[in-house]
């Protein structure tokens, strides 16, 4: 089995890398330090190509695949996790649309979302459930009209990411129809009945902008449904799926950029005449951490290229979310021991990374839901009790 990426993969990493050290670690902080939506990063990405990269290039992508997304994700996650995680947001609804939606769909609210000019959003979570994705208590509603007909959406959601930001977005809701089953629809930015709440000021993330979502008799044309009524369940499991292969690479690129601060730092610091990397309790949990780094990464990566392939990675995809996400919240509580006093000042980078972490471990399934999930695919278990 060959490891090695291609010339374009490595080109795109440096790229990225380039991108991430000189226009997102110079001015993140400031949007950080007020929970602010970063828009002339995020508009820096988008020109760069980052946001098309897993979808085709007759829907505005680049066919770079899901193993140069993640590449993506990784190198921007190394410096920032916010601004990852914006990006990630961003291809849960278009990933939706992708495999869903129609030509029109496609062409309408596809093409934008992978160019960038439009931000997307996916509205599942609400207050009633998180992990449990079926637990849904929107309602939608047709009503026939001569016109093609409608839908009326009412309820709300809440930790949605990208919502509430100075750009033009659409959010993909997912909502309960009368059937019982589960439906996906398109609500645009300025819909009547379609109203974004407060934002939400979290541990990690705080350059993503999270907020509620409220649907008062929200009305969509009949075309705004995606795919076939009932069908939204499995197209919610879809994104997420693809998204646990995201949240492993934004989570091996967290780790790393913990790993990387923490033995800068330690090899700086010097304490009773030694630098600290010198004592071998660090310099072995450090070791052991770029190990775990990289099988996290070989994890994401195989479900990356599984998924790029056609072939099914619900459980590799799990075991990377699981794996990575544990190593970044071991190697942020690292970095933020060998920085020492330091490590919880908010001068350093590796104070917000904890937080960051922590998000990552609950989102797409909380590491519980992985293990519950493997369980089951891997035949070992029928259920929880």
Request: glycine share 12%.
């Amino acid at each position: 089995m060959d490891f090695a990426l291609t010339s374009e993969q490595e080109l795109l990493r440096s790229t990225v890398r380039t991108f991430a050290e000189r226009e997102i670690a110079p001015r993140i902080g400031a949007y950080i330090e007020t929970d602010a939506f970063p828009e002339p990063i995020v508009r820096g990405l988008a020109d760069l190509g980052v946001f098309g990269l897993p979808f085709r290039a007759a829907d505005g992508g680049s066919d770079g695949g899901m193993v140069a997304f993640a590449i993506a994700l990784e190198e921007i996650a190394c410096v920032d996790v916010s601004v990852a995680a914006i990006v990630f947001a961003h291809s849960s609804p278009a990933t939706i649309l992708a495999a869903y939606g129609s030509d029109e769909q496609r062409r309408r609210w596809l093409v934008p979302l992978a160019e960038g000019s439009l931000i997307g959003a996916i509205g599942l979570t609400e207050p009633s459930g998180g992990s449990d994705a079926a637990a849904v208590r929107t309602t939608a509603r047709a009503e026939p009209a001569d016109d093609g007909g409608s839908w009326v959406l009412n309820g709300g959601k809440t930790f949605i990411t990208n919502t509430g930001t100075p750009l033009p977005g659409i959010a993909v809701i997912v909502a309960r129809v009368p059937s019982g089953g589960l439906a996906a629809f398109v609500v645009p930015d300025g819909t009547p009945g379609y109203r974004v709440g407060r934002p939400l000021h979290k541990i990690g993330w705080r350059a993503a902008t999270t907020c509620e979502v409220f649907l008062d008799d929200c009305r969509v044309p009949a075309g705004h449904l995606v795919g076939r009524e009932g069908d939204g369940l499995r197209q919610a499991l879809t994104a997420i799926t693809f998204g646990r292969v995201c949240v492993g690479a934004i989570a091996t690129g967290l780790a790393r950029g913990a790993w990387e601060q923490a033995v800068a730092y330690g090899r700086a610091r010097r304490t009773f005449g030694r630098p600290v990397t010198d004592r071998q309790s660090i310099a072995f949990g450090l070791a052991e951490l770029a190990t775990r780094i990289d099988a996290g990464r070989l994890l994401t990566w195989r479900a990356a290229a599984l998924a790029d392939r056609g072939a099914p990675f619900r459980a590799e995809a799990s075991m990377a979310k699981l794996f990575a996400t544990r190593t970044a919240v071991d190697a942020a509580e690292t970095a933020i021991q060998v920085h020492g006093a330091y490590g919880v000042s908010r001068e350093y980078p590796v104070a917000k990374m904890l937080g960051d972490a922590k998000v990552l471990q609950i989102i797409e399934g909380t590491s519980e839901i992985q293990l519950l999930l493997l369980a089951r695919l891997l035949g070992i278990s029928d259920g929880d009790e």
